[in-house]
């Protein structure tokens, strides 16, 4: 049975050797077609994979810091009630203890609101009586004044009077001369009726402006009057207020007192504390229920407040919560759709786009890639005269070893790294030149990423010399990047060997800490020189750091 099975697979594996062999010439470029889509979609699906595990990591991470979070507060919150709690445990203990010392201070209280109210009674009745005396010498004014105006009015309405007498009469004469003795009799009947008119009007309104002073001066009596007797009735139920409470503290405290007679004939009264009478007794009992029932109520409403304040504190807690969650909900739903929408954007784009890197690709040479460029610039550089196309080279080569290892090794092995130290050590301080040091440095420092290519730079003689001496003199950018590359030459051991080979060197480095720390403490006091105080702040922070690693290594 197993020798027909392997009969039957050579026959098949025989026919599709002899159909592909036939169809091979017509089938090809469709099979290369087919391989690279297989090839392409596998690529795709890997990539989509690791992206979708990196989302799920991402969110992991995030919800258990957003738990880890929610923790710290929640424990906070117990913290803050195990305080109050026990503040309020220990002002329940201070509130027991200091019941004596608040009956003491009522006691003293009530004592000096009764001689306040005294002094403020003696001070109104002072006030009510100068008051008093005050009216009544403005009444007596205005009396003299009333009187004066009277007497006034009296001789000037006289005045009136007689000449209008003057002006009748010498009226009446001239009527006497010239008219008959019946129409003078008419007139002088007319003349008295109109007097007697005259006279009861001015007795009626006499009558009336005395009654009105008469009532105006009973309204006044009455008032001090009753005034009087408000501050005579207060007095009165003062005194009896303080007999009522003498004659009860005697008899809650004294009912019970032993007396005993001396040999004088004197009565001496014991000690009124020793036998409490029974009176005196149900009265601490009722003001201490009075107090137990008060703080029971003070109690109940600190507790009843206290929770509805954990209530709407854990409320806002939780809503806030739920508000977090819809919104990460929210924006986890919006970043897909988004994604999808850009990638459904792009799709045609990246199509096209691979298509013209193939093209391009099939029709590029070797002296047109990146690396063979980098190289020829690399052996161009030394024999630049142009500070810009020195510039040019040093971005192109930083930028290169930033972002591929390939770049880098290459590099390396076209001896890259004794021509930046060269180049480093051939600039000067002008701005175009620090720009192509900073540049270098940075190219080295993409180098020492990688540690292989640490230890080459490293085994560069005078490469450690060069970049130390470049961290000392340097106050721009290039210090940082020169610290930086110092750091990474300082993992390795053979660079901590290298940094202490050089005693000198390290000298200034000491130096240099020593004055950054002396200008950063004048700096300090110095209010204005913020940004300077910052910079060498973070200039001091490095060179520490570089000491402390050539030292443990």
């Keep these: 049975m197993n020798d027909l099975r392997i009969k039957a697979a050579v026959k098949i594996q025989l026919a599709w050797r002899n159909f592909s062999v036939c169809n091979s010439h017509r089938n090809e470029y469709t099979a290369a077609t087919q391989i690279q889509c297989c090839f392409r979609g596998w690529l795709l699906r890997r990539s989509f994979v690791q992206k979708k595990q990196a989302v799920i990591n991402i969110q992991s991470h995030f919800r258990g810091w957003l738990l880890r979070k929610s923790f710290v507060k929640k424990k906070q919150t117990v913290r803050k009630i195990q305080c109050a709690f026990r503040g309020w445990l220990l002002r329940n203990l201070v509130k027991k203890q200091q019941a004596a010392i608040k009956l003491q201070s009522a006691f003293r209280g009530w004592s000096l609101r009764r001689s306040f109210v005294k002094k403020q009674q003696a001070a109104i009745k002072i006030q009510s009586d100068f008051r008093g005396l005050k009216c009544q010498r403005n009444f007596q004014i205005y009396k003299i004044a009333s009187k004066s105006a009277i007497v006034i009015q009296s001789h000037l309405r006289g005045w009136i009077a007689r000449k209008a007498v003057c002006r009748l009469r010498h009226q009446i004469v001239v009527i006497q001369v010239r008219c008959s003795p019946q129409f003078l009799l008419y007139i002088c009947w007319g003349l008295l009726i109109f007097n007697h008119c005259r006279g009861w009007l001015t007795r009626r309104d006499l009558l009336l402006q005395r009654k009105a002073v008469i009532k105006i001066q009973n309204a006044f009596q009455c008032v001090k009057c009753w005034k009087a007797f408000q501050c005579y009735r207060y007095a009165a139920i003062d005194i009896q207020r303080f007999v009522r409470g003498h004659i009860t503290r005697n008899r809650l405290l004294g009912t019970s007192s032993l007396r005993s007679a001396s040999p004088n004939g004197c009565t001496l009264q014991a000690s009124r504390g020793c036998f409490p009478s029974f009176q005196l007794k149900m009265l601490l009992t009722s003001v201490l229920k009075l107090q137990?029932?008060?703080?029971?109520?003070?109690?109940?409403?600190?507790?009843?407040?206290?929770?509805?304040?954990?209530?709407?504190?854990?409320?806002?807690?939780?809503?806030?919560?739920?508000?977090?969650?819809?919104?990460?909900?929210?924006?986890?739903?919006?970043?897909?759709?988004?994604?999808y929408l850009a990638r459904k954007e792009s799709r045609g784009q990246l199509v096209d786009l691979r298509?013209?890197?193939?093209?391009?690709?099939?029709?590029?040479?070797d002296g047109m890639r990146i690396i063979n460029r980098l190289l020829a610039a690399l052996s161009d550089l030394l024999s630049m005269k142009s500070v810009s196309g020195i510039l040019h080279t040093c971005?192109?080569?930083?930028?290169?070893?930033?972002?591929?290892?390939?770049?880098?090794?290459?590099?390396?092995?076209?001896?890259?790294?004794?021509?930046?130290?060269?180049?480093?050590?051939?600039?000067?301080?002008?701005?175009?030149?620090?720009?192509?040091?900073?540049?270098?440095?940075?190219?080295?420092?993409?180098l020492s990423h990688y540690p292989h290519l640490a230890e080459v730079l490293i085994d560069t003689r005078g490469s450690v010399e060069t970049i130390l001496w470049e961290f000392l003199r340097n106050k721009e950018e290039g210090y940082f990047l020169a610290s930086e590359l110092l750091k990474k030459i300082c993992s390795n051991q053979k660079g901590v060997e290298a940094l202490r080979n050089l005693p000198a060197l390290l000298k200034r480095l000491h130096n240099l800490t020593e004055d950054l720390s002396r200008k950063a403490n004048n700096e300090k006091r110095n209010i204005r020189g913020q940004a300077g105080r910052e910079n060498t702040e973070r200039r001091l922070k490095e060179a520490m750091e570089l000491l402390k690693l050539t030292k443990k290594g």
């Design 292 to 339: 137990r029932w008060w703080r029971g109520v003070l109690f109940l409403n600190s507790r009843t407040k206290s929770a509805i304040i954990i209530q709407s504190h854990i409320r806002g807690w939780i809503a806030r919560r739920e508000a977090t969650r819809e919104r990460h909900r929210v924006v986890v739903i919006q970043s897909y759709w988004k994604g």
């Design 355 to 365: 298509l013209r890197v193939q093209k391009s690709a099939t029709s590029v040479d």
């Design 395 to 446: 971005a192109t080569l930083d930028m290169a070893t930033a972002h591929s290892q390939i770049c880098c090794e290459k590099l390396v092995a076209a001896g890259a790294i004794n021509t930046l130290l060269k180049l480093i050590r051939s600039v000067s301080r002008s701005i175009p030149d620090q720009e192509v040091l900073k540049h270098a440095l940075s190219t080295l420092r993409n």
